[in-house]
């Protein structure tokens, strides 16, 4: 779906074309009616496209990732791309509708901007917005750890570690969302269309610079962390099924005294105490005996 837009401003007006999951159609009328290439439009609906940016002969490819929360029961987070081309005084951005995006904000955003503000500040006023989501997609997280944190107890589950687990991945994820976008901003920077522009555009990315460096030390933070408590939920885990384990072994060789026991008597042959109207409670009085014994010593031992 192909949504128009036009940005008024005192020198030039721009056109924001913002195609959301783009099909055959829009593809054909992207090539005809606006002399984008096939190459083009492959880097732009490719879903695994890394985030970079480059300037080309006639036109600007920046390719920017945001958080997209993938389950909401688990809270899990996945990266999906939003591709800017910049043609002429002609703006495209193709993104999936999965990944919101508050167009009514950021029109609103345009028009407060000093009139005289390039396409390129309106870019930058996208990618402020996209940026200051992954604090918010950590914060998120961060609760839902801390929940997963305090339902975990000496009778841990494997469902609660598959949780912690997802928590964990989406973090990864996000590190490394943040880490390539920062690749794409220092390219911006050190760019052209950014030196060559005013020194409002300058700000603005100087703010998105910091914004996104400030997520990436929030984001190292709350994953060493998450790794720590999945490390301390497994070794949990493991004590857990070792004392399993253990109870089950001693509890084995305890009750092995009886079936040795009566397999001897159960023998045809002359053993003590097998004859006599007493011989089976006297057997089993023995039994008893020796299995407190073998009790006693494992709990002297420690090891009940």
Do not use: C
Not at 110 to 116: L, R
Not at 145 to 167: A, F, G, M, P, T
């Amino acid at each position: 779906m192909i949504t128009k837009h036009i940005i008024e401003r005192k020198n030039k007006n721009f056109i924001w074309f913002d195609i959301q999951d783009i099909d055959i159609e829009d593809q054909k009328i992207l090539l005809e009616e606006h002399e984008l290439t096939a190459k083009n439009l492959a880097y732009a609906t490719d879903k695994y496209e890394r985030a970079r940016y480059e300037h080309q002969d006639d036109l600007d490819l920046l390719i920017y990732n945001s958080p997209l929360k993938k389950i909401d029961v688990t809270n899990s987070f996945v990266l999906e791309p939003i591709t800017f081309i910049v043609k002429k005084d002609t703006l495209f951005t193709f993104r999936s509708k999965a990944l919101y995006l508050n167009i009514q904000e950021v029109l609103k955003r345009a028009i407060a901007e000093d009139e005289e503000s390039s396409l390129m500040s309106f870019i930058l006023t996208i990618l402020y917005a996209i940026t200051i989501r992954y604090q918010k997609t950590i914060d998120s997280l961060n609760k839902t750890r801390d929940r997963y944190l305090s339902e975990l107890n000496h009778k841990i589950s494997n469902q609660q570690l598959l949780e912690l687990s997802n928590v964990e991945r989406s973090f990864v994820y996000i590190a490394s969302g943040i880490k390539t976008n920062l690749l794409v901003l220092n390219s911006i920077t050190d760019s052209e269309v950014i030196t060559q522009k005013n020194s409002k555009d300058k700000k603005r990315l100087h703010s998105i610079t910091v914004e996104a460096h400030q997520a990436e030390q929030t984001v190292s933070i709350a994953l060493d962390v998450t790794e720590r408590i999945s490390s301390t939920a497994n070794n949990l885990l493991n004590n857990n099924l070792n004392d399993v384990m253990r109870f089950l072994t001693i509890w084995s060789l305890v009750l092995t005294i009886p079936t040795i026991i009566t397999g001897f008597y159960g023998m045809n042959v002359t053993l003590p105490f097998a004859n006599g109207p007493m011989a089976w409670i006297n057997i089993s009085i023995a039994t008893i005996i020796i299995i407190i014994i073998l009790v006693i010593f494992f709990k002297i031992r420690k090891l009940f």
